[in-house]
């Protein structure tokens, strides 16, 4: 694929997989055009081994929407598409229904940048069954992966401590789109710049980035190559000091730190790449403030994640800022978050209740939870999250705020001593977009403002506290009965 493949954005109804298509034709053959559904995007279990994860990709859901077109060139290619067994394998009937196509769903996700835990609605799509299906893969390809990277930038932030970190990802994500998504999620997860240009031009983020090594090796010797670089960009100058020799590479940008001061400029900070990041950062520091240049600081990089941040400050290393690529753009070590969109309530053409719908399963975490979902979140008085209660407001049994864990039924909450808003928001309303838009960087202050107040056992990265989530007991009850029922219909 070339530059010049690149795709529309109305090209996104095509994103999707074959069997959302085949699925559709299905259900308009059969007559399903009137019926309702109603499915939640959720995932099971936190990423990376921690206690959270933080929403993203939601505040796109919107232009998905509003671009989920089939052109012609569009209905075009799937006409031409063969059955495995012969002829096509879509019929023209269900092609002109395609081509006058528009998702009619309403919708409701967390806000960008909020807290998630595993169970809980993270999007919550109600329409005809049809416009449903088609839009899933499409969905979960924007909230899926960008969560995931929300929630690694989120780790390798709070293991800086405040210092600065950029997202360097780009040349080993998995490709432009990938690289993109990356750049995006990161900032809301708390990166403060990106190397991506195309990212920083598109959504607004700050870019950052100064030389590399081929640009020393290029000159005859390090100290000229840092003289000429410093005379091109003399407030963009931060020098990579380990080409050869990190001792040698400092000395020679303490010369032209000094020389740029004669100057009238400063020598903004070196970047070491290799080798043992907490000694030579110390020795810099040390080599940097005997010669009197105090503010020039020391930037790190180098296949470094959360828990490489975390041993380099306690092992008293002094630097300032991090270079965060490989391990953020791949998410290592957990390549997938792993979200689903399951069904949990239809309604049939003509009806006005909704029946409740439960996938069993043989594997008891593959079980699913029944019901037009909300999530209530419960705060102290100072704001910090205390849990959250799943609940059908048509199965609603007692006090709202008493639930049954989402995993342990033996387990049990009562949050009716604090107060509690809605998580999910309406974004799109029969299939146009709502007045509530989160814009990036609100996405960002919302992701930091909701760390702050998580409670630190849940933030830690070993072994971090549970937080609370429930299902409120009408709904725990009717999970039980429906499970029940199955169980008794199957002969199991």
């Known amino acids: 694929m070339s530059l010049t493949d690149c795709t529309k954005p109305t090209d996104v109804a095509l994103n999707t997989d074959l069997y959302e298509l085949t699925m559709a034709q299905g259900f308009w053959e059969s007559g399903f055009t009137g019926s309702h559904a109603c499915f939640n995007v959720f995932f099971r279990e936190n990423p990376f081994g921690g206690g959270y994860a933080v929403s993203c990709g939601t505040a796109q859901i919107q232009d998905l929407v509003e671009n989920f077109v089939f052109d012609d060139e569009a209905v075009d290619y799937l006409a031409g598409l063969e059955a495995p067994g012969g002829g096509t394998l879509f019929k023209p009937g269900f092609l002109e229904f395609l081509r006058g196509f528009r998702p009619r769903v309403s919708i409701w996700a967390v806000p960008e940048g909020q807290v998630v835990f595993p169970r809980e609605p993270l999007v919550r799509v109600e329409g005809p069954v049809i416009d449903c299906q088609l839009i899933e893969t499409a969905l979960l390809n924007l909230v899926n992966f960008q969560t995931l990277v929300a929630t690694k930038a989120a780790r390798v932030v709070q293991a800086a401590e405040g210092h600065g970190v950029s997202d360097f990802g780009l040349r080993r994500a998995q490709g432009p789109d990938g690289g993109l998504a990356v750049a995006r999620a990161s900032y809301v997860g708390g990166c403060n710049s990106t190397s991506n240009v195309l990212a920083g031009r598109i959504y607004g983020i700050p870019v950052f980035g100064t030389h590399a090594h081929s640009w020393v090796m290029a000159f005859p010797t390090e100290l000229e190559a840092f003289r000429a670089f410093a005379k091109s960009s003399p407030r963009n100058c931060v020098l990579l000091v380990d080409t050869y020799d990190v001792r040698e590479g400092v000395r020679n940008a303490i010369t032209v730190a000094r020389e740029m001061e004669e100057a009238g400029e400063r020598l903004s900070a070196v970047r070491i790449d290799s080798g043992d990041l907490a000694k030579l950062s110390k020795y810099t520091r040390k080599a940097f403030d005997d010669a009197g240049l105090p503010y020039v600081r020391i930037s790190a990089s180098n296949d470094l994640d959360e828990y490489t941040i975390q041993s380099l400050f306690a092992q008293g290393a002094p630097i300032d800022s991090f270079g965060v690529g490989t391990k953020l753009a791949t998410c ?42 909300h999530v209530r979140r419960y705060v102290d008085e100072e704001g910090r999250p205390m849990g959250d209660v799943i609940l059908d407001d048509a199965y609603l049994v007692g006090d709202p705020a008493c639930a049954v864990d989402v995993m342990d039924s033996m387990t049990t909450y009562d949050l009716s001593r604090y107060e509690s808003h809605e998580l999910l928001e309406q974004i799109v309303d029969e299939g146009e977009a709502t007045d509530v838009r989160w814009d990036l960087e609100g996405s960002k202050r919302r992701c930091r403002d909701a760390l702050m107040r998580l409670d630190p056992g849940i933030r830690r990265f070993l072994n971090p506290q549970a937080y609370p989530v429930g299902i409120q007991r009408g709904l725990a009850d009717l999970r039980r009965e429906l499970a029940t029922r199955e169980h008794e219909t199957s002969g199991r």
């Open 332 to 373: 290592d070590p957990q390549p997938s978050l792993g979200g689903v969109y399951k069904l949990s309530a239809v309604r049939k053409d003509g009806e006005r209740e909704w029946t409740p719908t439960m996938k069993l399963s043989e594997q008891a975490y593959k079980r699913t939870i029944p019901g037009r979902q």
